[in-house]
């Protein structure tokens, strides 16, 4: 297992866990998020011939991705997910770092107090930091 943090699972909770995204090569994605993002890869898989389970989560999230293959009832297009959100601390600092790592992430915009700044995988699926400067 890995060192990210494992939250209680209260009476009452949905405690949303894994979000699959849709890729078509997971040796080139897996590299984006765990080399360009800096996610920690916790599982790499291959629990069958012809099937892989690849998991990643954020730095500080309780969620992960899974990039998946030769799972029929998981298939997705890839690139067809939108808007995942990452919370950042410091949208600035969040973005200049991600540029230096090679990942294109638009200007942030204002949009009502709260900041966002877009980037996509290398399979466009769209990833937005989120900076809520109220929030602790």
Known sequence: ???????????GSMMLELVL??????????AFYAEQLGFTADVDV??????????LTPPGSYCSITLTEGLPDQRMD???????HLVVADI???????IG???????????????????EDPDGN?????HMPWRR
């Open 1 to 11: 297992m890995t060192d990210n943090p494992v939250p209680e699972v209260l009476p």
């Open 21 to 30: 995204v849709p890729v078509t090569d997971i040796d080139r994605a897996k």
């Open 46 to 55: 291959c629990p069958q011939e012809g099937v892989r389970i690849v998991q």
């Open 78 to 84: 890839p690139g067809s997910l939108r808007g995942l």
């Open 92 to 98: 600035e600092a969040a973005r200049a770092e991600l």
């Open 101 to 119: 790592r090679g990942v294109d992430v638009a200007p942030v915009v204002d949009l009502g107090g709260v900041l966002y700044a877009g980037f």
């Open 126 to 130: 769209t990833w937005t930091l989120q």
